[in-house]
């Protein structure tokens, strides 16, 4: 006689329902946690939400050459960039602590990447 037993589809079912419903609690902390980065030494700022969508731009008046304005969208792209880099690693920290580093192939959804 074997000793398979069938998995408890039951319990699987209300581990996943959870799952899904701690997961749109992240989602929705995501959105109210912010990061902050800048370039310039501190010229052009960027607040970054956990979804990846930049909330706030300060720009110094100092970072405002109407003869180099190159250089002010350099500052921008830049802080944008560290913005977004740093509300992906939040993200996925966040979400890390949820599955427990399980390494959901794909990605999550909603998330990203």
């Known amino acids: ?5 069938m998995p408890d589809l039951g319990g699987l079912m209300e581990a996943a329902q959870k799952l899904q419903g701690d997961m749109a609690k992240v989602q929705e902390e995501l959105a109210r946690k912010t990061v902050e980065a800048s370039s310039g030494g501190g010229m052009v700022s960027v607040t970054v939400n956990g979804h990846c969508e930049v ?6 008046k ?13 500052l921008i792209i830049a802080a944008v960039n560290q913005g977004v880099v740093k509300a992906r690693e939040m993200s996925q920290e966040e979400m890390a602590k949820l599955t427990g580093g399980l390494g959901l192939p794909g990605g999550l959804p909603g998330m990203p990447t």
């Not at 006689?1 to 037993?5: N, R, V």
């Not at 100092?62 to 350099?74: E, G």
């Open 1 to 5: 006689m074997s000793d398979f037993k």
């Open 55 to 60: 909330v706030s731009l300060t720009i110094e």
């Open 62 to 74: 100092d970072a405002v050459d109407p003869n180099d304005i190159a250089m002010l969208q350099d």
